[in-house]
């Protein structure tokens, strides 16, 4: 079973209207994001729709009815640094602005994108403890996931390939690891 781990997961915000549909696309807006550091947790990125449940008094059945689409919203706690002009200095603008962005979560071979939107922003000083940089960040669109690789083999001749929407490298193993 194969295993996809948290360390090393980067998390970006770029203008609302730059395009992201494939990974060259991505790549690029990357280059001109805000990069969000130190991120301790994301939390849970999806969405979920809501259950009326209905039973009746003549029998012992159930009926469910699923209901619409809703987003939620996680918390953004960061180690507070007030010389980052990149994540934490954006999160600022979008709440004091009322403004919108694309977040881009990068982990591993694959990027999670999604609209977002800053609805709480505090800082909290603790004993013992270091200033965090609190906000709560709100899901505005529906996750989507975009794998960059999507196929990788070894061909007859002992050449790896590997394709993905945009290209294909083909090399030897020392090549391409």
Known sequence: MKITESQGTKCYLVDENEPLSTSAEIETAILSSKEILFIPTLGDIGSSKSVTSYSFINTSEVAKSIGSRTLPNFNCDLIYDAS??????????????????????????SYIIFKVAVSALNTSVLKD????????????????????????????????IVSSDDYILVGTEDVVA
């Open 84 to 109: 980052d002009t990149q994540g934490q200095n954006e999160i600022k603008e979008m709440y004091k602005n009322n403004t919108r962005r694309n977040m881009i979560i990068s982990i591993r071979n």
């Open 129 to 160: 403890s270091a200033v965090i940089a609190k906000s709560v960040i709100e899901m505005c669109s529906i996750p989507v996931n975009i794998s960059i690789f999507e196929t990788i083999f070894t061909s007859s001749d002992g050449f790896i």
